[in-house]
């Protein structure tokens, strides 16, 4: 008897929740993007709403994590790179039987093509093996705890140099890379504050192999977003540390290669670069 009350308010309590479920309109689960055009360097928000299920998620025939948020949704921030051909796309989710397909454009940043010479000596210096791998590991960080909550401030205040996305062509070769970030001009020594809370994933040393980013700190602010801070004079945090917004994570100096001293700022999201102001204008 004792069990079969046990089944009964089991039962009971299904239909109930049932009946809750419809009544709030269903469980069908909705993909929603907050625009279908981007520019390059961008980046789409890409939000899963409705399912218990983590969706995935595919742009440009790439996959990107859904991350949980506080009211239940998934979302990924999606990075178009600066390179990427303009022209039509779209952005796939699907979460067990669902799926949804979302057309989007991408646009051209319309930003300079700068023509670089290099001598043949200059044009050989390149990052160490190490170097390279340490870095890709560091921006490509996916830590599922949001870690960032409001805007982002700049690390340190002065005369931007050079912008994020500038396209590079190199002794008259087609375009093939780009400016990964934001230069700041300011005086060697200044400190440099990380722009948002996050942990220390990588410190690399020019005196140890980091011969072309030089001193460099990189922080995970989680859920794909990471920031680099390069050519530091000296460095303040060891890997591992958590750092609020404002806290000083070294100097500026003009460490690596350089022409002089200043910071450059990259922001990254699933290890592609895109402009950290977006971050700087609004909240994400
Ligand atoms: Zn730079």
Known sequence: MKQALKSLSLLLFCLFAGTQVEASGGTNPDLTLDAVTKKQGEFFVATVSGTSTIPDLWFNGEHFSMFRQDNGSYRALVPVENLLKPGSYAVLAKAGEWKEKIPVQVASNNLPVQKIWLDEKTNRLKATEEEK?????????????KLWSELLSYP??????????????????????????????????????SPARGKVVLTGY???????????????????????????HSISVEEGNMVSKGDTIGTVGSTGISTGPH???????YGTSVDPELFVRKVY
């Open 133 to 145: 791998a340490k870095v890709k590991r560091g921006l490509r960080t996916l830590s599922s705890i």
């Open 156 to 193: 340190c205040n002065g005369r931007k140099s050079s912008p994020f996305g500038v396209k590079r062509s190199y002794n008259g070769a087609p375009v093939s890379s780009y400016h990964k970030g934001l230069d700041i001009a300011v005086p060697q020594g200044t400190p440099v504050k």
């Open 263 to 269: 910071l450059h700022w990259g922001t990254y999201l």
């Open 206 to 232: 020019e005196s140890n192999r980091f011969h072309v980013h030089g001193n460099t700190v990189i922080i995970d602010h989680g859920q794909g977003l990471t920031s680099i801070y390069m050519h530091l």
